[in-house]
């Protein structure tokens, strides 16, 4: 299973303001759809209903392999171990 978050258009203007970039950490990957670009993690493990015909009803707990890193000119963060 995987979970994908999607960066909008209000995302990538800030981040553009703030010349910052975003990059996957592995195993997580950048992908490509017809909403844009956003980074795919896969899914460790987790419990509840992912809720697939309906997104908006989905609930419950798990945990991301991989991660995300944001790097400005200044500074770098990086998230990994999601939960």
Avoid: M, N
Avoid at 9 to 24: F, G, M, W
Avoid at 64 to 70: E, H, Q
């Amino acid at each position: 299973a995987w979970v994908c978050g999607v960066q909008r258009t209000s995302a990538q203007a800030l981040l553009d303001r703030y010349q910052a970039e975003v990059k996957p950490v592995a195993p997580a990957r950048t992908v490509k759809d017809t909403r844009g670009r956003a980074i795919r993690f896969p899914v460790r493990s987790g419990e509840g209903d992912p809720s697939l015909a309906d997104p908006r009803r989905a609930h419950g707990t798990g945990r991301l392999d991989g991660g995300i890193t944001f790097r400005t000119p200044g500074v770098t963060v990086q998230a990994v171990d999601l939960e």
